[in-house]
């Protein structure tokens, strides 16, 4: 699942909660999309009844919406952020008395094989170099519980979920040139691996196309799109 579809996915899990009556407003950084065209649809695949969203572009260290929430929800958001506690702090003043603040993140130190595939474990540590380099946090996951405190929440609990991939399963080798991808110009302006080392996890013809572009490609492409050859 993409980042658009994980978007509208987090949404109406919001909105199944909030229910028909309710309210939801996804702040989304970084650069434009168009939500009408590209979010709205996926929402309304998953939860068709829904008519209660407002799609925001914003800075999220420093938008505040109108009201307050009854809930906020954020997913891979503090991952990105210096000052993660901050934010939480800045948006935890946007709840309603006895509102509920949950962050859903990344932890990768949970990544690995069993027994080791030094191939994996090479990719693993180009992602988790890549993304420091980037100034994202990878292990932040493990952290959530100090950050919520730290920014002012009583009675924070946290969990994690994991899951397996068996051999032979195909996901597994998909999720690592995945992010890989999607990390391609990061991995190779810092250094941490070559255009030629990509090559052979992303194919030649992409990890070129991704690094000599804007570097970020979705996490979620199409595998069809990955295999395709070159456009003459």
Avoid: C
């Amino acid at each position: 699942m993409g980042g658009r579809a994980f978007a509208a996915a987090v949404s109406a899990a919001t909105l199944s909660i909030v229910g028909l009556s309710g309210q939801a407003a996804p702040v989304r950084p970084g650069p434009p999309v168009d939500f009408t065209t590209q979010i709205r649809p996926l929402l309304s695949d998953a939860a068709p009844a829904y008519t209660g969203v407002s799609f925001i572009e914003a800075d999220v260290r420093s938008w505040r919406a109108l009201e307050p929430f009854d809930a906020i929800v954020g997913r891979l958001i503090l991952f990105h952020l210096s000052d993660p506690a901050s934010v939480v702090r800045h948006h935890s003043r946007n709840l309603r008395p006895g509102g509920r603040f949950m962050a859903i993140d990344f932890d990768l130190g949970g990544a690995r094989t069993e027994p080791d595939v030094p191939l994996a474990d090479e990719i693993l540590g180009w992602l988790i170099r890549a993304f420091e380099a980037a100034g994202a946090s990878p292990f932040i996951g493990a952290r959530l519980g100090p950050i919520l405190a730290q920014a002012g929440l009583r009675d924070v609990t946290t969990f994690g979920v994991q899951g397996y991939l068996q051999p032979g399963d195909p996901m597994a080798a998909r999720l690592l040139a995945g992010v890989a991808r999607s990390l391609a110009g990061a991995i190779v302006a810092h250094g941490v691996a070559t255009v030629e080392q990509l090559g052979h996890v992303i194919g030649d013809w992409r990890a070129e196309q991704v690094t000599q572009g804007s570097g970020h490609l979705p996490v979620g492409s199409d595998q069809r799109e990955r295999d395709a050859p070159p456009a003459a």
